[in-house]
């Protein structure tokens, strides 16, 4: 794998690179989606659907880099005096040391809230139409993942159909030991996802649908990958991870939700009957 793209000796992180691709391929699908063309029956305005995804964006990046420092929180004060006999950097290491993506899918979806409400804009067809660049822009982020070593997976033996093995340049992954390719895994999922979600988008009248769906999907495809991490940075709480407990109300909530509007849609049919 490669940490680092080199062009004319100045070193990139390829996994930077690769999020800056994801996220101007989600821009240019949710352009695509908000055109007049492809909208079914919703009312989307295409320069307030790019600025609430930018504004999504903003808030993403903040809860990515939030939710270990507030889950380790409480930790690193009832264990006060372990961790103060260690340098302050290490504490705070500990602390940031992760981006955690459900971090930043629970700033993302505050920042639409807010600002969807702030600006009055319609927040379900608004959100139907990003949801279907969210798995897309991931996906490139898993493939940076996949590059740099890290949320790596489990070790497994030399001839597994899904094993992959670091070199010494890997930024976390232990290199020379083979490791199911987790993050190419997720990637793939992601992709699916997101091709499903464009469908059900330009087919029907979704009114929400395609955001829960997404996240029914995408929550329980986190939830069965991580019995497959190898790596120890993400939080355990008993025989589940912290994403995991996460994936799991995420999950019932959008089904929840799913159901709520096909008993709309049901009904909305029979009135127009």
Known sequence: MYPFISVYEIKFPTYGLLMMVGVGLAFGLTALLCSNKLVRGQRVDRADTLLTCSIIIFGALVGAVSLRPIMKLPEVIIYWETFSQYPIGEVMGYMFGEIVFYGGLIGGALAAVIFCKFYRIPMLPTMDAIAPAV???????????LNAGCCYGMEVSHDHIFAIVYPEVSLAAPPGVPLIALPALEAGGLFLISIIVVTVFITTKPKGLCLALYLALYSALRFSLEFFRGDLIRGMYGPFSTSQYISMGVFV??????????RRRKAEVIEES
């Not at 991931?138 to 993942?145: D, E, I, P, S, V």
């Not at 909530?253 to 159901?259: D, F, G, N, Y």
């Open 135 to 145: 798995p897309l822009g991931h996906a490139f982020g898993r493939l940076g993942c």
């Open 253 to 262: 909530v959008s089904i929840v939700l799913i159901c709520v509007m096909i």
